[in-house]
């Protein structure tokens, strides 16, 4: 599972690893082992708008989608998506699940999954019943979700209890609007990831226009800490105390101090504001 507050650039992140994985190619810091089919199943967003972001996200990859890649959206389908929480509507997505189909998105359950309220754990069975069946056929499910206002994903913690791997995106702390699909990931559940494999790390997309108006998209990341030592590094610098940053970034005072010495022994940092 993938989940975030709307609008902080879910999509686009499934529909890089998609891109990735169909491609064979690399995204942020994981690597795939060959191009796999995909199914993308889009419950919000009209055709039009899907095959753009991916005409985008493709013109600024290193390798061309050489697996099928399969989109589906509500305004392309004659009866719209069906209830994904329903059997026959399970059965309908089946007819369109190949054997090179090895990733199938699922983006997102509010609207994908519509019987049921979504904070009863017995509404979840099916759906989760459907996905164990998937992964018994050797598919892999990504399920890209809301989080509530209590900041974790939005509905029964019962989602959870299969998933091998569930990630958290969150707004960094001097996130602003215009910084576009700036985020941090957390690896908040994890089987068979280990060490730096899950150590939170910030992923920030930007945007360019070449001379012809093709638009091109660049990924970059950099670990947490790194992040969070480059912020503060820019606060001191700016005369910030250390009690000041550690308050503005929500981190510990002590995280700061180091961060400081840090800068002192690297001769980024001069100053002394406190």
């Given at each position: 599972m993938l989940y975030s507050t709307r609008g902080l650039g879910k999509t686009w992140m499934a529909l890089a690893i998609a891109n990735a994985v169909a491609s064979n190619d690399s995204f942020l810091s994981w690597e795939t082992e060959s191009p796999e089919g995909v199914l993308y199943i889009d419950g919000e967003m009209p055709m039009a708008v899907m095959q753009e972001r991916l005409a985008q996200i493709v013109a600024s990859s290193s390798k061309e989608i050489s697996a099928p890649f399969s989109i589906i959206t509500p305004d392309a389908q004659e009866f719209g998506i069906p209830d994904l929480s329903r059997t026959d509507g399970q059965e309908r997505i089946n007819k369109l699940i190949t054997d090179e189909t090895k990733l199938i998105v699922m983006d997102n359950l509010s609207s994908l999954t519509r019987t049921g309220k979504e904070n009863e754990g017995e509404s979840w069975l099916p759906v989760q019943e459907w996905a164990l069946r998937l992964r018994s056929m050797g598919k892999t499910v990504l399920f890209v979700h809301h989080s509530g206002k209590s900041g974790q994903q939005r509905g029964t913690s019962r989602r959870e209890d299969v998933m091998d791997t569930v990630i958290s995106l969150k707004k960094p702390v001097d996130y602003k609007q215009q910084d576009g699909a700036c985020f941090e990931i957390h690896f908040e559940k994890n089987?068979?990831?280990?060490?730096?494999?899950?150590?939170?790390?910030?992923?920030r997309l930007t945007s360019n226009s070449s001379d012809d108006g093709t638009k091109t998209h660049k990924w970059s990341w950099k670990s947490l800490e790194e992040s969070n030592f480059e912020k503060v590094f820019r606060l001191y610098s700016g005369g910030m105390t250390q009690s000041e940053i550690a308050e503005e970034l929500v981190i510990n005072k002590s995280t700061v101090s180091r961060y400081v010495s840090r800068g002192k022994n690297d001769g980024k940092i001069t100053q002394q504001n406190d």
């Open positions: 089987r068979g990831l280990y060490g730096d494999d899950v150590k939170p790390f910030e992923a």
